[in-house]
């Protein structure tokens, strides 16, 4: 028989019995679609932390103060305390201090009510310097940042989240109109461009105003010259390493620390949560895709069975065929054929499956699922050998059978 015999014969006998070609199929199926959608889930869901973490940018390293203790002695977590400064600030920028970073911008964060009109909206206001925009990775949509004579002045300006703006006004063309911020009248100078939400908060509601401004009007007191991060940005990726250092020696130094133990400040890197959020979904993906594979393990073996099923019914044909001279390996090669056509069958369909369940899932689930080529390709490969690899028994024991046994049989 030649090949083309040989595909048109086994064509004929799984269109024979279609409901049970139709189970076997489906098995690897179920298999190939789940192979797709958990590798899928995975590169989505590390390509969405990779975008939020890519959003404060990955030269940047984030200082934050240390604890703070109440008059009670109640200590709170890191971040609470008042041990970082403008002074610290201008210190790290300074490029004869720390050569290997380019930028440095400090904030100081508090949350508060805006008005506008008879319109209110509660969210986060920024005090920081010019420098913010740059360091941050950020843009303007609308009008201008505010400028160091801004800041300088302590000008009563702000520039509004798109999100924010939406709130207040109903728009985001919201340049020269008034806001206030607890009792304070703020003229909107510009819209920053909208960057989405970066793990728990929402890029696009704040409200950013000079440091100068947020101190006077906005926290004074003793905390005034005190902010609650420090962003510093490093002179490229290779040298964010070294940018490190020269932030944690020249904090530790200004504020009379021998011991990097005792520290009152924390410096953490995006480049290692990158790493680490890498790490965590990788193996996630391989573990699911773990649990992926055992399905298509239990297709195969349901392909074995009907082959072997259909060994038993066909061992009559096997037996006239090779009293007419069909030698063994063309006995062997219809029964893989028509294996791999069934594990063929289930790996194009499972995949058509895997892609219309990517497009479906991130609107039922609020997550992004990222479909590879590659794991299309190599699973509808996968069932094809599956298929061939579990047909090999039955189309041996097919071949091995004896014509006179063969055609005695009932």
């Known amino acids: 028989m030649t090949w083309t015999e040989t595909l048109r014969t086994g064509w004929a006998a799984i269109r024979t019995h279609v409901m049970r070609s139709t189970l076997t199929v489906l098995g690897i199926l179920i298999g190939i679609a789940a192979v797709i959608l958990t590798v899928g889930l995975g590169l989505g869901t590390q390509k969405d932390v990779s975008d939020q973490i890519s959003a404060l940018g990955s030269d940047l390293l984030i200082v934050r103060p240390g604890s703070s203790t109440d008059s009670s002695g109640m200590r709170g977590g890191f971040g609470s305390g008042t041990t970082l400064t403008r002074a610290d600030a201008e210190a790290l920028a300074s490029p004869v201090n720390a050569p290997d970073i380019a930028g440095v911008a400090a904030e100081k964060s508090t949350g508060a009510s805006l008005e506008a009109g008879e319109t209110n909206w509660s969210t986060q206001v920024v005090g920081t310097t ?56 703020l003229q909107v100078v510009g819209v920053l461009a909208a960057e989405g939400a970066s793990g728990e908060s929402d890029l696009d509601d704040v409200a950013v105003v000079p440091m100068s401004t947020a101190a006077d009007t906005l926290v004074g007191g003793a905390d005034r010259n005190a902010v609650s991060t420090i962003y510093v940005q490093a002179a490229s990726s290779d040298r964010l390493s070294a940018a490190y250092q020269e932030a944690e020696q020249l904090l530790l130094n200004l504020h009379g620390i021998d011991d990097p133990d005792a520290a009152d400040f924390t410096i953490n890197s995006q480049d290692a949560l990158v790493s680490t959020a890498t ?60 294996a791999g056509v069934l594990g063929l069958a289930g790996g194009v369909l499972g995949a058509v499956l895997g892609i219309v369940g990517a497009r479906v899932l991130p609107g039922l689930l609020d997550t992004t699922v990222v479909v590879s080529g590659a794991a299309v390709a190599g699973s509808v490969l996968v069932a094809l050998v599956i298929g061939l690899v579990f047909g090999v028994y039955p189309a041996t024991r097919a071949a091995r059978l004896a014509p006179i046994d063969a055609l005695r049989a009932e």
């Open 130 to 185: 010019p420098e913010w925009l740059d360091v941050r990775g950020r843009t303007v949509a609308q009008g201008s940042f505010f400028t160091a004579d801004d800041e300088a002045s302590g000008a009563a300006v702000v520039v509004l989240g798109p999100e924010t703006a939406e709130e207040l006004f109903g728009t985001t063309r919201v340049v020269g109109q008034t806001v206030t911020v607890d009792g304070t009248d």
């Open 279 to 338: 790490a965590v979904y990788r193996t996630l993906t391989v573990l699911l895709t773990g649990i992926a594979a055992l399905s298509l393990l239990v297709g195969g073996i349901g392909v074995m069975n009907i082959m072997l099923v259909s060994v038993t019914e066909r061992t009559r044909e096997i037996g006239l065929r090779k009293a007419l001279g069909a030698p063994p390996w063309a006995i062997r090669r219809q029964f893989l054929v028509e």
